[in-house]
């Protein structure tokens, strides 16, 4: 695996495999790697003749610069991580690469931004994203760029942008990879102690019973959600918002009459975790 810095380099690197034909796949990452990042590179592994992996903590997409500064970075562990995979380039570029001075442009998806994650990080939160998102995906050109479903709204909010603006890509958006006891990874669980770590299991509970609230014939949306919330509040899991909402557009649903997205998101102590299911009519998928 090559550990490249620089725009210039990575499209250099990239312009052989893809003369010959070569299916290319991106996975954008922050680093600290965890089994959930090391998942989406095993899928680009298994599709892609050639797997890069970025790895940048974007400081457009952090609204407190304490968040941007106390994020995890270990770029020497995560390389060895990655290599172990099989990822052929690892991109890891300064800031100053990917912003140079007098950068002024924010890529903007205008609906679905402003909900849920939108409240609680701000809006510039999904500027953040989907401007270096666009900025990954102009420099790598891949076929396949691989996100995970545990960030749902990212998820649908960068497949809009991409259908949006026409680019030539296809979103592999990969399932959530979870603890045996049912915890999503997350770069955050890390800052669990361990009475916080067994209190964190109450988020899968909480979306286990929507699904079983669903599958027991309940159409109402907000009595499935008050049975969820019951179980993270018996957990002393605090949570900020719990909502059944479309899978694509994000509103929320007035009756649970097809496939429906649960999401959350909660603190646990001082760590705000978020996950979801996608629960279909009869409930679990
Ligand atoms: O999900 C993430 O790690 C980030 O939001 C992403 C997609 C790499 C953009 O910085």
């Not at 095993?42 to 970025?54: G, Q």
């Not at 102009?138 to 809009?160: E, L």
């Not at 014939?217 to 509040?233: C, F, I, K, N, Y």
Request: glycine content about 6%; proline content about 5%.
């Amino acid at each position: 695996m090559r550990t490249l810095r620089s725009i210039a380099e990575l499209r250099a690197a990239l312009a052989e495999p893809r003369r010959f034909g070569a299916e290319i796949g991106l996975v954008p990452t922050m680093g600290a790697f965890h089994e959930g990042h090391l998942s989406l590179m095993r899928h680009a592994r298994e599709e892609c003749d050639t797997v890069v992996v970025s790895l940048f903590v974007n400081p457009t997409q952090f609204n407190e610069s304490s968040d941007l500064s106390a994020y995890p970075r270990d770029e020497a562990g995560d390389a060895v991580l990655a290599a172990d995979v099989g990822v052929d380039f690892l991109f890891a570029p300064p800031v100053e690469e990917l912003y140079p001075t007098g950068f002024a442009t924010t890529v903007s998806v205008s609906a679905i931004t402003g909900e849920l994650e939108g409240i609680h990080r701000g809006r510039g939160h999904f500027d953040g994203v989907t401007t270096i998102v666009t900025k990954l995906l102009n420099i790598a050109s891949p076929d396949v760029a691989y996100f995970g479903q545990k960030d749902a709204q990212q998820a649908v909010v960068i497949k809009r942008l991409v259908r949006d603006l026409d680019m030539p890509v296809r979103i592999a958006i990969c399932p959530t990879v979870r603890e045996p006891d049912g915890l999503a990874m997350s770069s955050r669980n890390r800052h669990l102690d361990p009475a916080e770590r067994f209190r964190a299991t109450a988020l899968h509970r909480a979306l286990r019973t929507a699904e079983a609230a669903v599958a027991a014939g309940l159409r109402d949306p907000a009595v499935v959600q008050a049975r969820a919330r019951a179980e993270l509040t018996s957990s002393h899991v605090e949570p900020e918002y719990l909502e059944l909402v479309h899978a694509d557009t994000l509103a929320p649903v007035a009756t649970i009459d097809g496939d429906v997205l649960a999401v959350l998101a909660a603190w646990v102590g001082d760590t705000r975790l978020i996950d979801n299911h996608v629960i279909t009519k009869n409930g679990r998928r």
